[in-house]
């Protein structure tokens, strides 16, 4: 892959289980927050889902749209948008109902000396959505940030691990699944809670700014020695999927990579593919940001898409100068300053 058009195309290629998943999927499927990085390529997998499952279900996508041309992108894919404010709650309140809901509005980078937005979008906000999609089920994106840095010996936090999040950011993640359990239970509605880290493409992620750091000749923190990673479509289609898995109270689920993978060793591996010497500062720590996705494996099975094939993927990327989002994941960090 060297440009956004096959990278999309390989992103929005569904599995046979998706197809069938979309299939048997009662109702219309809304994505409020679509405009993320995430948003629009899990939008045009459940589409192209549903045309190959040849049912009758509108994909809607939610967002504010307030820039670009990603409106009218969706609009061609067959996806029907709605621009509105989530915050507004005029506006909100004005979304038609349907019965199945993917939440992927939040706020992270900025966070700090913007507290209080975070804390709007990522706590108040749930509340708003679960007061008017209480007869949905709803799929809440969260993050692995929620758990505190884990001994790498233990291969990471599994669902049942105390939570321990670090800053304010993560914090606001936790308050958003304690807001939707709240309503969950109080309405009867069925959630899960989708506890992702990293989620990876070609334009963003863990691995591109590993690789790019080794292809530029600039030095790699070791400090947060191990990372999770997933393919973005993979991720995604765990993510619609997870509509199946709905319980109430919510389910939990972790989601990435099956592998405690070496930030080194990842250096190392692009350093081979670009013929140059990795540069490192300061040294591994007993402890990284980790999940064990054991259970969405289980549940849902192991993503389609190797860590191997995705080294390759973002070294042939780099090297031909594939276009990047300039969106760092920051996940080196220590303290939870976002």
Known sequence: MRTIQELDQKMIHPSDQLIQCMAGMDGDLMILGVGGKMGPSLAKLAQKAIEKAGVEKKVIGVSRFSAGSLQSEL??????????????????????????????????????????????????????????????????????NIYPLSPVLQGGSSEDATVGPVGEYAQSCLGRERIFSY???????????????YAIDMKYGVLLEIAKAVYERRSLDLRMGQVNVIWQGDANEM????????????????????????????????????????????????????????????????????????????????????????????????KGEF
């Open 239 to 334: 993510a619609i999927r997870s509509l199946e898995l709905c319980s109430t109270p919510p389910q939990l689920l972790n989601v990435t990579g099956p592998e405690t993978t070496s930030v080194r060793w990842l250096a190392e591996q692009f350093a081979s593919r670009f013929h140059v010497e990795p540069v490192f500062v300061n040294h591994e720590q007993d402890t990284a940001l980790l999940s064990n996705a054991s259970k969405a494996h289980q549940l849902l099975g192991y993503p389609r898409v190797s860590l191997g094939q995705m080294i390759d993927w973002t070294a042939e990327w780099v090297t031909a100068g594939g276009e990047t989002s300039n969106k760092p994941t920051h996940f080196q960090e220590r």
């Open 75 to 144: 609009q061609e894919a067959g996806i029907e948008t709605i621009a509105v404010d989530l915050l507004n709650d005029q506006e909100l309140q004005s979304l038609p109902s349907v019965k199945n809901v993917i939440f992927m509005a939040g706020q992270k980078f900025g966070t700090t000396g913007n507290e209080s937005l975070t804390w709007a979008m990522n706590t108040y906000l749930p509340g708003r959505v679960a007061e008017k999609f209480r007869e949905s089920r709803i799929v809440s994106f969260s993050t692995g």
């Open 183 to 197: 309503f969950s239970q109080k309405y009867d509605i069925p959630m899960l809670h989708f506890r992702l880290n």
